[in-house]
C-alpha cells in the first residue's frame, strides 16, 4: 500500500526555520518525484514545489512565493523528502502535505499524505 | 502562469442530480495536462482524474472529465451522498503548476 507521511509541523516565530519530513512507504521511492502542497487555513491548495527523481537530475522548481526560503531535497536510501523553511512568515500558516507525482518527472500527484500544520505567529 | 478559474464556486445539489463543474484556463493547457481532486472536509484531496478524462484508480464511473485546450469539465452523472466535497483543478503541464479556487458541492 502507497504511504506518504508528513511530520515536523509545529508553532515557530516569524524569521524562523522549520523543516518538515516526508516518509513514504509502499512503492520505489527514488523512481518518483515528489512534490510539496499547502493549504492555508479555509483556503484553496497552493503547489509550494517538486524535487524530480535521480534519473531526471534530482531538480527541483518552486513556487515564487517561497522561491529563496525553502529547498526541497530527498534521500532516496531512507525514502524520505525534505522541505527546509527559512525566514518564515505569517503568510506561510498552512497544512503541508507531501504528495508522489506520476512519474520520476514530475505531473499530476496521485497519493497525498494527510498533512502536517505550520503556524507561525 | 496559467490562472485557472472555477465556476460555479457553489453548486448546490441533491442525491441522484447530475453535477457539472468547470475549469477554464487562462491559456491552452499543455497536453491536456488538467487534473481533478476531491477534498472533504478535514482530509486530505484525492486524485480523480488526470489527463483531462482519465479516472483514477478505483474511483468510480459516475465521475467524468472532459474538454482540452483552455476549457475542461468535470460531471458527475448521479451524486451519491459521499460526493458532496469541494473540488479543484490543477493544470501540470506548465510551471508553476497551478490549481483552481476550487468548487464546492453542497447539498441542496
Known amino acids: 500500500e502507497v504511504q506518504v507521511v508528513e511530520s515536523g509541523g509545529g508553532l515557530v516565530q516569524p524569521g524562523r526555520s522549520l523543516r518538515l519530513s516526508c516518509t513514504a512507504s509502499g512503492f520505489n521511492f527514488g523512481a518518483y518525484a515528489m512534490s510539496w502542497v499547502r493549504q492555508a487555513p479555509g483556503k484553496g491548495l497552493e503547489w509550494v514545489g517538486f524535487?524530480?527523481?535521480?534519473?531526471?537530475?534530482?531538480?527541483?522548481d518552486y513556487a515564487a512565493s517561497v522561491k529563496g526560503r525553502f529547498t526541497i531535497s530527498r534521500d532516496d536510501s531512507k525514502s524520505i523528502a525534505y522541505l527546509q523553511m527559512n525566514s518564515l512568515k505569517t503568510e506561510d500558516t498552512a497544512v503541508y502535505y507531501c504528495?508522489?507525482?506520476?512519474?520520476?518527472?514530475?505531473?499530476?500527484?496521485?497519493?497525498w499524505g494527510q498533512g502536517t500544520l505550520v503556524t507561525v505567529s | 502562469e496559467i490562472v485557472l478559474t472555477q465556476s460555479p464556486g457553489t453548486l448546490s445539489l441533491s442525491p441522484g442530480e447530475r453535477a457539472t463543474l468547470s475549469c477554464r484556463a487562462s491559456q491552452s493547457v499543455s497536453s491536456n495536462s488538467l487534473a481533478w481532486y476531491q477534498q472533504k472536509h478535514g482530509q486530505a484531496p484525492r486524485l480523480l482524474m488526470y489527463?483531462?478524462?482519465s479516472r483514477a484508480t478505483g474511483i468510480p464511473d459516475r465521475f467524468s472529465g472532459s474538454g482540452s485546450g483552455t476549457e475542461f469539465t468535470l460531471t458527475i452523472s448521479r451524486l451519491e451522498p459521499e460526493d458532496f466535497a469541494v473540488y479543484y483543478c490543477q493544470q501540470y503541464g506548465s510551471s508553476p503548476e497551478t490549481f483552481g479556487p476550487g468548487t464546492k458541492v453542497d447539498i441542496k
Open positions: 489527463g483531462a478524462s
Open positions: 504528495t508522489r507525482g506520476m512519474d520520476g518527472y514530475t505531473g499530476y500527484d496521485d497519493y
Open positions: 524535487i524530480r527523481s535521480k534519473a531526471f537530475g534530482g531538480t527541483t
